[in-house]
C-alpha cells in the first residue's frame, strides 16, 4: 500500500494551499484517512481525519474553521484544503490510512503513512 502526498509548499501568512494524498489500493473506499503534521522538534499532531464514505469528519481545535478535509474515493484520493493558514502551521503533513471504520486522533491506530509534504507559512 502506497500513500502519496502532494501540493505542499510555501505560502504568506492568510494565504491557502490544497494537499492531496492518493492510495494505490482499490480498497481505499473502506478505509479512514486523516492527515497529521510534525513541526521541527515536535511530536507529530493530528490535523484532521474522516470516515470512509466522507459523512464524518473531525478536526483538530487549531484547524477548525480553517481547515476542510475531504475525499474522492472514484479517485483513491483525500484532500485537505487549508484557508487562512498561519506561520504556526508549519509543518511537514502526512497523511495517513486504517484500513476500517474508527475515525481516531490517535497516530498509532493508522497503520499507512505518506511520505509527507512540507508546508511552510511565512509571516
Known amino acids: 500500500v502506497q500513500l502519496q502526498a502532494s501540493g505542499g509548499g510555501l505560502v504568506q501568512a492568510g494565504g491557502s494551499l490544497k494537499l492531496s494524498c492518493v492510495a494505490s489500493e482499490r480498497a481505499f473506499s473502506g478505509w479512514t484517512m486523516a492527515w497529521f503534521r510534525q513541526a521541527p522538534g515536535k511530536e507529530r499532531d493530528f490535523v484532521a481525519g474522516i470516515n470512509w464514505n466522507g459523512g464524518h469528519t473531525y478536526y483538530a481545535v487549531s484547524v477548525r474553521g480553517r481547515f476542510t478535509i475531504s475525499r474522492d474515493n472514484a479517485k483513491n484520493t483525500v484532500y485537505l484544503q487549508m484557508n487562512s493558514l498561519k506561520p504556526e502551521d508549519t509543518a511537514v503533513y502526512y497523511c495517513?490510512?486504517?484500513?476500517?471504520?474508527?475515525?481516531?486522533?490517535?497516530?498509532?491506530?493508522?497503520?499507512?503513512w505518506g511520505q509527507g509534504t512540507q508546508v511552510t507559512v511565512s509571516s
Open positions: 495517513a490510512a486504517r484500513s476500517d471504520l474508527l475515525l481516531t486522533s490517535s497516530e498509532y491506530e493508522y497503520i499507512y
